[in-house]
């Protein structure tokens, strides 16, 4: 029986690269997005990811026309720069609401299904900000730190029903979410020009950085197990990010962020 897969954010980057990958897979794809891209063997269903109700209703139709959901994939996000004092509260809110909150809506509307089933696989794309804090990219640091707390959370919390989680970490990917990326250098005269050195560094590494289609080749990989470690770097580089993350002395691994991003 082929299983049956949520992709959120499907539409471009990793989400789209992901959907196609486990539509090879043998999977019957969904994507979730605010805005259709037609991409062959994967099936769109508008939603916004912020919106609990078009959430819930466009899990509710998927299940009315395959009777289940095997696999969810929660990549919907975006990004957002800039010195935080000076970040409006209404962005770093909207950072929260689709990278965090949006999520959330998309596990509570499959687990009842995934329960009810006796399992099912949820895999959130967290990044390796999310342990290694970036100055000047607090907020997406943020809301990638919390999912990591959410999967672990939620990880013991279903285990009983069967259903496994997971949080894939990537570092820099050659994708839209670069050009997608809300920036503001207010107060940069006040930083010494620090806001914008260090997102021209961020943006330098993202566009030499890993292909979306070998991520999104990966994060399926992750879906269509049944299980793994609950928080998962994608990359040779930050898979050893990860380890020294956890090795060395928080200061000195700050400290080294530090030099690389807020010099």
């Known amino acids: 029986m082929k ?6 954010g499907g539409s471009g980057g990793i989400g789209r690269c992901t959907a196609a990958s486990l539509q090879k897979a043998g999977c019957t794809v969904y994507e979730f997005s605010r805005r259709e891209k037609p991409q062959e063997g994967v099936v769109h269903l508008t939603a916004d990811m912020t919106d609990e109700q078009q959430v819930r209703a466009a899990v509710d139709e998927v299940l009315r026309r395959e009777g289940r959901i095997d696999i969810l994939v929660n990549n919907a996000g975006f990004g957002i720069s800039g010195a935080a004092e000076l970040t409006e509260s209404k962005d770093a809110h909207a950072q929260l609401e689709l990278n965090l909150y949006g999520m959330d809506n998309a596990v509570k509307a499959v687990l009842p299904a995934m329960r009810s089933q006796g399992g099912g696989r949820i895999v959130c794309m967290s990044s390796i900000a999310g342990i ?8 997406y640091s943020v809301s990638k730190a919390a999912i990591n707390a959410y999967v672990l959370a939620l990880q013991n919390e279903v285990r009983p029903f ?35 050195r260090s997102v021209a560094v961020m943006e330098r590494d993202e566009r030499g950085g890993m292909k979306p289609e070998d991520a999104g080749a990966y994060v399926a990989r992750m879906a269509l ?9 994608l990359g040779l580089p930050y898979k050893g990010a990860a380890v020294l993350a956890k090795l060395l002395p928080r200061r000195f691994s700050n400290w080294i962020i530090g030099l690389i991003y807020a010099k």
């Open 3 to 8: 299983k049956v897969a949520i992709v959120t």
């Open 132 to 139: 290694l804090p970036i100055p000047f990219q607090l907020w």
């Open 162 to 196: 069967g259903v496994t989680v997971c949080a894939v970490m990537p570092g820099d990917i050659a994708s839209g979410f670069t050009d997608a990326r809300q920036k503001s250098a207010a107060g940069d005269d006040l930083y010494a020009g620090r806001i914008e």
């Open 225 to 233: 197990k049944t299980s793994s470690k609950p928080l998962v770097a």
